[in-house]
């Protein structure tokens, strides 16, 4: 359903939440790669709503080498991008009041939710889909688990598999809590 929506979209625009962590990072890379796989305009909005000190030494580290595969733009520059047919995929998180793209989302009429924390009652985002899996250890390893079911078309560059390793390891306080056969699997296709 993902794909079908990414290939009838005029351009992606991703979003995550506010004070982005490594898990957040890492699954909007993913998307980011996902959706250019099929030659879509793709955007992250992570010049605005703050990164993490630990996630953001490690972008800044890698600038060049992301930046050269990803495009990151503030809140009003995706703004600029959004049109009737885009789609906003929403990663980590499934709260308006928590997203750093929150104008985005008041605007956009294509909304997609990729989440693993629980889900509020009262979702505040009209979304065209909501994929929340609460037993997933993270966003990242729901982002690892959609590459098979894209015949091999994405690329994951060693860089953007440490960072969505990084943000599996910290969601999951190294491996302790919430883990599961299926984090392990993630982990050794990473």
């Known amino acids: 359903s993902i794909r079908d929506l990414i290939v009838r979209s005029s351009n992606v625009i991703i979003v995550g939440h506010e004070d982005m962590d490594a898990d ?32 953001n030494d490690v972008m800044n580290r890698y600038r060049e080498e992301l930046e050269l595969r990803h495009r990151f733009v503030t809140i009003n520059e995706a703004i600029n991008h959004l049109d009737d047919n885009s789609l906003v995929i929403m990663v980590d998180h499934h709260s308006a009041s928590q997203s ?79 883990t599961g056969a299926r984090t392990f699997d993630v982990c050794r296709l990473l």
Do not use: W
Request: glycine residues 6%; aromatic residues 6%.
């Open 24 to 55: 957040c990072v890492g699954s909007a890379i993913a998307m980011s790669s996902i959706a250019q796989s099929f030659k879509k305009n793709t955007i992250i909005v992570a010049k605005t709503g703050g990164v993490e000190p630990v996630i």
């Open 100 to 178: 750093n793209g929150k104008e985005l989302l008041k605007s956009a009429k294509r909304i997609v939710i990729v989440d693993h924390h629980r889900r509020k009652a009262d979702l505040d985002v009209d979304a065209m889909l909501v994929y929340i899996e609460a037993s997933a250890s993270s966003t990242c390893e729901l982002m690892c688990e959609f590459l098979p079911y894209l015949s091999g078309r994405v690329s994951i560059t060693p860089i953007e598999a440490n960072i969505m390793y990084l943000g599996m390891l910290i969601d999951t306080n190294r491996f302790r809590v919430r």
